[in-house]
C-alpha cells in the first residue's frame, strides 16, 4: 500500500475509534441483580484449595464492584501464588489481572516484578513454538492472557511478534477443525488493547494498525459464525460470557446486525438458576459481562462495577452421604490404537470419574489413570501410562456416545445405559 493511501485510512480508523460511540452492550440493569447472586455467592462462599484457583474469580468480582471483606483473604491467597514459580503463563497473567484489577495504578505498581517475569513466560511460550512445530508451551487462550496482561499493565511486547503469531488463520486458534470461541474471545480482547495503545501512542505505522485491525474482524467472524440461531449461544454456554466480551469492545466492526445481544443475554440469564455455573469459574467467566464490564476496564478504575449486592455468606451446606438407592450401569471404553471396554455399575448421579474410578478397580492395566485438579476441576492427563502431550497436541478427549462431552469427568453426571469413551487424541 502506497503512502498516499494510509493518510485517509489511519483517519478512518481513528474516527471508528473515538470513545463514548455507542456499543452494541445489554446489560442486567440494576433492579435485577438479584438474578446475578446464585453468581456472586458461588464465588464468595466456595473453598480454593489453591489461590491460583481463586484468581479469575477475584478479578470476576472486582470488576463487578464487590467490595467484600472475604475478598481480603482471596486477594491474599492469590499474591502467595503469584509469586510460585510453577504457574504457566496464562496462569500469572490471571493473577497480574485480578490482582491490578480496579486498584489505583500505585497499588498496581506492587506488581511490576510479576510483569517482568511474564514478559519472560510470554517468551517462553514462543520459544517453545519454534521449536516445536508452531505448538505454544499451554495453548493460545493463554497466549491471549499474557498479551492482555501486558498490554493493561505496562509491560513489553513487540508487535511484530503479535503479527506474526496472532494471524487468524494460526491452527492454534482451532482444536482438531474446531474453531475455539472462548481462544478467539480471548485474542481479540488483546489485540483490541494493543490497538488501542498504538492508537494512543501513535508509536506504528498505519499499516500494523491496520493489519491487528484486520486480524479482530476476522476472528470477530469466525466467533459469529459460532452463534446458534435459535437461543443466541457463542460456542457453548462457557464460552458465552468472554465471547460476549469481545463482541462489546469491538462493536465497532459492523456486528450491530450479525449479533442480537439481548437474545444472548436472556439465554444466559435463564440458565442461571439451572445451575450451569456451579462451578466458581464459569461463574467468574460469565459474570462480567453480564454486568456490561470487560477485562479491557481493569485498569480503569472508574469504569469498575458499583455492586449493590445482598450478599449471603454461608458455608457450603454439607451434602450428607445418602445410602444409594438406585444403581446404574454404563458401558466404559478406553481407546488408543485398540479398544479397551467394559460394563461399570455406579449409584445413580455419579459422574464420569466415578465410573473411571471403578473401571480401574476391575481392570487396572486397560483403565488405569492419573489426573490433576484445575480451576475446571480434574482433568484427566493419562490413561495406561500415556500421557498426553502439548507439543504433540495430543489428550484424552471424553465422549459420550461418540460425541465429545462438554463438561468435565468431575461434573459429567452419567446415566443409565449411556456409552462413555475416553480417547486418546490430537487438536
Ligand atoms: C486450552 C483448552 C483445552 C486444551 C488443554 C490442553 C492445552 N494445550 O492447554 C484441550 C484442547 C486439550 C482441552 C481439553 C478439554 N476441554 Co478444554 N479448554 C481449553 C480452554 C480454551 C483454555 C484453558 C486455559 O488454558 N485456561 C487458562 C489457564 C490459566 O487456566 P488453567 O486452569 O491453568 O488451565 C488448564 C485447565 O483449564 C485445563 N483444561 C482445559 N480444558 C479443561 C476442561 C476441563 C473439564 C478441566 C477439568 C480442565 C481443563 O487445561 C488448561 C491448561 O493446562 C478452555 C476455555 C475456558 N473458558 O477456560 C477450555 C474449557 C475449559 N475446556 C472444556 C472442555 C469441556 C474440555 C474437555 C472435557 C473436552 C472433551 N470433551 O474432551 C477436554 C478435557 C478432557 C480431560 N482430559 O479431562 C470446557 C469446560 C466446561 C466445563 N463446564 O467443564 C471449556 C470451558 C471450553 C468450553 N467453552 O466448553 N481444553
Ligand atoms: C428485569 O427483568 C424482567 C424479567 O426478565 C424484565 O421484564 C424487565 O424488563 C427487566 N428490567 C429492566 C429494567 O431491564
Ligand atoms: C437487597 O435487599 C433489600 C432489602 O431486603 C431489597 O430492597 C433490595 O431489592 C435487594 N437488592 C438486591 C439486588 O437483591
Ligand atoms: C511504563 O513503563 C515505562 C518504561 O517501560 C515507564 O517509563 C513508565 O513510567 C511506566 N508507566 C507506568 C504507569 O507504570
Ligand atoms: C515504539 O516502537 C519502538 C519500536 O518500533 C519501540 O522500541 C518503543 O518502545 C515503542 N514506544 C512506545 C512508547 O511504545
Ligand atoms: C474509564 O471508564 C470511564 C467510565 O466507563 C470512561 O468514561 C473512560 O473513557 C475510561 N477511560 C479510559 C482511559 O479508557
Ligand atoms: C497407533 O498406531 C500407529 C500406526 O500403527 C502407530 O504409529 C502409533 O504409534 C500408535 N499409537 C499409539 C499411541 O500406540
Known amino acids: 500500500m502506497g503512502p498516499s493511501h494510509q493518510l485517509p485510512l489511519v483517519g478512518l480508523l481513528l474516527f471508528s475509534l473515538i470513545p463514548g460511540q455507542p456499543c452494541t452492550i445489554c446489560e442486567v440493569s440494576n433492579e435485577n441483580y438479584s438474578r446475578l447472586n446464585p453468581l456472586i455467592n458461588t464465588m464468595i462462599n466456595s473453598k480454593y484449595t489453591r489461590g491460583i484457583q481463586a ?115 494460526n491452527k492454534n486458534f482451532y482444536f482438531g477443525a474446531q474453531f475455539s470461541v472462548d481462544t478467539g474471545a480471548m485474542a481479540v480482547l488483546a489485540l483490541t488493547c494493543v490497538k488501542r495503545s498504538m492508537i494512543k501512542t501513535q508509536n506504528k505505522s ?115 452421604p445418602t445410602s444409594p438407592s438406585t444403581w446404574i450401569s454404563v458401558h466404559y471404553t478406553v481407546k488408543i490404537n485398540k479398544t479397551y471396554s467394559t460394563e461399570v455399575t455406579v449409584p445413580k448421579g455419579s459422574v464420569f470419574l466415578d465410573v473411571m474410578k471403578e473401571a480401574q478397580k476391575i481392570d487396572k492395566a486397560a483403565f488405569r489413570f492419573t489426573y490433576v485438579e484445575t480451576s475446571w476441576g480434574p482433568y484427566i492427563t493419562s490413561v495406561q501410562g500415556l500421557k498426553e502431550n502439548s507439543n504433540d497436541r495430543t489428550y484424552w478427549q471424553l465422549l459420550s456416545g461418540g460425541t465429545p462431552v462438554s463438561q468435565g469427568v468431575g461434573n459429567y453426571v452419567v446415566h443409565n445405559g449411556e456409552n462413555l469413551e475416553v480417547r486418546w487424541s490430537k487438536y
Request: hydrophobic letters at 35%; one cysteine or more.
Open 206 to 320: 498505519g499499516e500494523d494498525l491496520q493489519s491487528i485491525s484486520n486480524y479482530i474482524e476476522s476472528l470477530v467472524k469466525k466467533m459469529l459464525a459460532e452463534k446458534n440461531k435459535e437461543n443466541g449461544l457463542i460456542g457453548n454456554i462457557y464460552s458465552t460470557g468472554e465471547a460476549m466480551q469481545a463482541l462489546f469492545v469491538s462493536s465497532n466492526h459492523d456486528n450491530k446486525n450479525e449479533w442480537n445481544c439481548q437474545q444472548t443475554l436472556n439465554t444466559v440469564l435463564e440458565e442461571i438458576p439451572k445451575g450451569a455455573f456451579r462451578m466458581p469459574i464459569a461463574a467468574a467467566q460469565i459474570l462480567p459481562a453480564l454486568m456490561g464490564k470487560t477485562y479491557l476496564d481493569v485498569n480503569n478504575h472508574s469504569s469498575c462495577g458499583s455492586g449493590h449486592f445482598n450478599l449471603s455468606i454461608q458455608e457450603p451446606t454439607p451434602v450428607e
Open 55 to 169: 484468581a479469575n474469580v477475584l478479578l470476576s468480582l472486582r470488576l463487578a464492584g464487590i467490595q467484600d471483606q472475604s475478598l481480603g483473604q482471596l486477594t491474599q491467597e492469590v499474591r502467595d501464588d503469584g509469586e510460585k514459580k510453577d504457574l504457566t503463563s496464562g496462569q500469572l497473567a490471571l493473577v497480574i489481572l485480578a490482582l491490578g484489577a480496579c486498584q489505583n495504578s500505585v497499588e498496581s505498581v506492587t506488581y511490576f516484578h510479576l510483569v517482568s517475569q511474564l514478559e519472560k513466560k510470554f517468551q517462553e511460550e514462543i520459544e517453545n513454538m519454534g521449536l516445536h512445530d508452531g505448538n505454544p508451551l499451554t495453548n493460545y487462550y493463554q497466549l491471549s492472557l499474557d498479551v492482555l496482561a501486558l498490554c493493561l499493565f505496562n509491560g513489553t511486547y513487540s508487535i511484530d511478534e503479535i503479527k506474526k503469531y496472532f494471524a487468524p488463520e
